[in-house]
């Protein structure tokens, strides 16, 4: 056939002068070994062994841990610090500190280098340089060329070691916060994460939204700085490296840029441990009226296990089956296909690291139907608490999990930061080799154990966010219902109930 006659044919068929019947392709596909219907399709068995850790893991003699997964397809570097900080350490009435540390690290120049002066220089060689600081964290990375790798590194090290933290770019940021925090109850998304939080974990916790504009304007350079000090050192750093190095090369280049700084003093040494939260979320229905909005946020969930728990692998399936398995998943079903009351319905059950984690189911539907998409999923929350689930939902639950997590290795870039992760959190090394055995082990009556064990109806924490006026005409009964009044957004203060 010519170069030209699959075009010939395509212009065809586009056209309709040609017409291929369903029968004749069945049988194409047939002939050539392809199923009729996807619902036909049979996979081989995953064959997938993860990286052993020890492969990858070094020690520099400065004492820093490092992970190097070569790759050399394409002339690009990836250099990823992970930092022991975060905002568990933030000094009472400075909310919004540690965050805007992170940012203005690598926003606020060098003492080398004016913010434009770096921007312009990355810019130049086509590098992108990060810098960031979370609830439990702290980040800062680089991607670039190989062949500009020296002096990215040099730049890099200037700006995690020696940060400019310029005035103006400071009010700037400052300012801009200031903005978003004007606009904090605007959207049903941001006041659901918000109430959540405190629903959950209570107001005066690390991982709550705390800052007001009193705290943002008290925050000074000085106070970035200091902070700075504080968190980032040798010290508390794990490095993950990919892409096209050498490792002994990449180690040595590190080595040199931080053997001298591993030497100063360390201001924080040892980091203090991550405090747990006090509160015990309170069961009950609660309710952010939003009288503008035609639909309304809703979020159902309970304190849930740790990622070292025993039953972590049988509390995954029990998750995918409920809620975490998209359209094969119960709530899913359930409330988006059988009764069209959502796009989305799910649930999550997450695992902490520092301290229990939170199962959460959640939805959006229009005010009349909230209380019928709740119904739903209050239902299948008893539903899986006492019937065994059924051995295809098992079958497809564990072959989701087992086919998934390969994608913690999927690249050279994912395989390092997993690792270095892994090793920053204090992870099991054998808990990815296990992973695909000890997912398989589990069993209808495992998930029902767990479910009865772990699920518990009477503590279910409820928010709705929505008109609660519509909503309570959909169904919900006003009298079993407590009201959160909207904070003032730059103040956060409550109005009295």
């Not at 993860?50 to 841990?65: F, I, T, Y």
């Not at 060329?145 to 990215?152: E, K, Q």
């Not at 979320?281 to 304190?303: A, C, D, E, F, M």
């Not at 992973?435 to 029902?448: G, I, S």
Request: charged share 25%; hydrophobic share 40%.
């Amino acid at each position: 056939m010519s170069r030209a006659a699959p075009i010939l044919l395509a212009l065809l068929l586009a056209s309709g002068l040609l017409s291929i019947g369903p029968q004749l392709v069945a049988q194409s596909g047939a002939s050539a070994g392809i199923p009729a219907r996807p619902t036909d399709l049979v996979f081989p068995e995953l064959d997938f062994l993860p990286p052993e850790r020890s492969k990858h893991r070094h020690v520099l003699p400065c004492g820093v841990v490092v992970y190097v997964v070569e790759d050399h397809e394409l002339p690009l570097v990836d250099v990823d610090f992970t930092v022991r900080t975060g905002a568990y350490l933030e000094p009472k009435g400075k909310a919004g500190l540690v965050s805007l540390t992170g940012s203005q690290m690598r926003a606020g120049g060098t003492a080398k280098q004016t913010p434009e002066d770096l921007d312009e220089e990355l810019a130049f060689l086509a590098a992108s340089l990060s810098t960031s600081i979370g609830d439990t964290d702290g980040s800062a990375g680089f991607n670039c060329l190989t062949r500009n790798l020296d002096r990215v590194l040099d730049i890099f090290f200037d700006v995690v070691r020696s940060p400019r933290f310029d005035a103006g770019r400071l009010e700037l940021e400052k300012s801009q916060r200031l903005q978003t925090l004007a606009r904090r109850n605007d959207t049903t998304a941001g006041i659901e994460s918000r109430e959540w939080d405190r629903l959950i974990r209570g107001a005066d916790f690390f991982t709550t939204d705390r800052v007001t504009k009193v705290s943002l304007d008290g925050l000074t350079r000085e106070d970035l700085q200091k902070f700075h000090r504080l968190s980032f050192h040798p010290k508390h750093f794990i490095v993950s490296v990919s892409g096209d190095v050498a490792t002994e090369a990449i180690l040595s280049k590190l080595e040199e840029h931080l053997r001298d700084w591993a030497r100063e003093p360390c201001e924080l040494d040892p980091v203090p441990p991550i405090p747990k939260p006090a509160l015990d979320p309170r069961p009950g229905t609660y309710i952010v009226n939003k009288p503008t909005v035609n639909q309304g946020r809703v979020s159902i969930g309970q304190l849930a296990a740790m990622r070292s728990d025993p039953d972590y692998h049988a509390l995954a399936v029990l998750n995918q089956i409920l809620g975490g398995g998209a359209f094969t998943s119960r709530i899913t079903s359930r409330v988006r296909s059988d009764e069209g009351l959502a796009y989305t319905a799910a649930s999550r059950y997450e695992f902490g690291i520092y301290y229990p984690g939170v199962f959460r189911a959640y939805f959006q539907s229009k005010s009349e139907s909230v209380a019928k998409a709740l119904s739903i999923v209050e239902a299948e929350i008893e539903r899986i608490r006492k019937e065994k689930v059924s051995a295809e939902e098992l079958g497809t639950a564990q072959s989701y999990l087992i086919g998934l997590f390969p994608r913690a290795f999927a690249t050279p870039e994912a395989t390092a930061d997993t690792l270095a992760s892994d090793e920053f959190t204090g992870r099991d090394p054998s808990f990815w080799s296990s992973y695909k055995t000890n997912v398989k082990k589990v069993t209808a009556d495992d998930v029902l154990r767990v479910a009865k064990e772990r699920l518990f109806p009477e503590k279910l924490v409820v928010l709705i966010v929505g008109n609660a006026e519509d909503i309570q005409k959909g169904g919900l009964e006003g009298g079993k219902l407590t009201n959160i009044a909207l904070p003032d957004p730059l103040t956060l203060e409550y109005p009295a109930q």
